[in-house]
């Protein structure tokens, strides 16, 4: 059977995600990707008319707590660890840059 996924699309995701990966885990996520998307695709086919939606097996009731406002940090506490400006901006690092 033709995988659903090739190697392109592998490294394709990769670079999107900012991964490396060596030769041996583009060939493993290929098939387990492939694997994944039949399995999806299965799924996708079968006749559920009349099913009821089993997502929570049990009621959900009172999962969030209430939502109460409450006073924000002063600025200097919140920006206490944060490092100096830069021309008066923070700039975030990039994930690349400790490659």
């Known amino acids: 059977m033709r995988p659903m996924i090739d190697r392109d699309q592998v490294l394709h995701v990769a670079r999107l995600a900012r991964l490396r990966l060596s030769e041996d885990d583009v060939e493993t ?6 694997g994944i998307l039949e ?39 919140a920006l206490a660890s944060a490092p100096e400006p830069l ?12 490659a």
């Open 39 to 77: 399995h999806v695709d299965r799924i996708g086919n079968l006749d559920l008319e009349g099913v009821e939606p089993t997502s929570h097996v049990v009621a959900l009731e009172n999962v969030l707590r209430p939502d109460v406002p409450r006073p924000s940090l002063p600025q200097d506490v």
């Open 87 to 98: 021309n008066g901006a923070f700039r975030v690092p990039s994930p690349q840059a400790d």
């Open 29 to 34: 996520m290929t098939g387990e990707l492939s």
